[in-house]
């Protein structure tokens, strides 16, 4: 009888050991970015939705030329801690009779430099201050874990304060974001913000971490359920990462913010499916216009349809400056 409990508790705690085990590797795979590890790439990261859904697919040389303009420009270099204790970093790029400062927000694992290589430029041009954040864990801001706007958006909040201080003529300020970075400034909304912050952009942004996963479960692998997963990523989250996925959501600052919210996104987006921002639109109870671009994906919108794209914008800062 001995013999028989201890081998069922030994298979327990084998199959215990292998259960967490696969979600310790789901968790370092998408949220983990420990710079002292090797970064290897994963298979899953390398299927036909990441290429498709990136603007190098069918703008390549748009993309690359924004990238180089970029990089070209003399912007300073901005600091900032966050409200735990990490060192945040951002470019910034004044704009002569400037007329708005413009906060941009890049999405997962991203750059303001990609994100925004073909806005920056006419963005600038337009009058705009512009400020570059390199979100936790991205570029020079420190950080070991991406947490899909759940501490994000308290660092797109302090940023806009950092820019408020420092705003000495109180021109109009505009929170810009893509992707993760859209979901980012879209939770920011629901905080107390600077009172020249006028407006929120939001490209392709999702609605939750959890919906996200789901939706790509769905639409990748056409796997329907993936509770127990999410349940194991939740937990490593929360011992680890010190958050959890719950907090990373649109809901309530979408039910709760007052200023004006400018959605775009691509139909045929199957990296973050578009329905996620007609979600962010029904709920958000703010003045708000919602732009689908028709055969559009990821994060292609605004080359997709150069012209529509640009005239939304300069008439949201016209309305609201």
Sequence with gaps: MRNKVIKILGTATVAATVFMASGFS????????????????????????????HPRYKFEKEYEEGKEWCRQQN??????????????????LPAKNAKRFVLLSHGYKGSGFGDFAY???????QGCNLLFIDQRCCGASKGDYITFGAMEQYDVQKWTFYIA????????????????GAASVLMASGHKLPREVKGIIADCGFRSMKGQMQDMAANWFHIKWIGLMLLRLDLFCAVLAGFRMKDADTHNAMKTN??????????????????NSLYNYSLCQAPKELVIVPHARHLCSAYAAPELYREKLLGFFEKYD
């Design 75 to 92: 912007m300073q270099d901005c600091y900032m801690k966050s409200i735990d204790g990490l060192v945040l970093h951002a470019y910034y």
């Design 119 to 125: 806005t920056a430029k006419f963005l600038h041009e």
């Design 26 to 53: 789901f968790f370092e795979m998408i949220v983990s970015c420990k710079r002292h590890k090797r970064q290897v790439k994963k298979k899953w990261f390398e299927l036909s939705h990441t290429k498709i859904n």
């Design 165 to 180: 201080r420092r705003n000495k003529k109180k021109l109009p300020i505009y929170l810009y974001g893509e992707s993760m």
């Design 258 to 275: 007052k200023r004006p919210v400018l959605f775009f996104h691509g139909k045929e987006d199957t990296y973050v499916d578009y329905k």
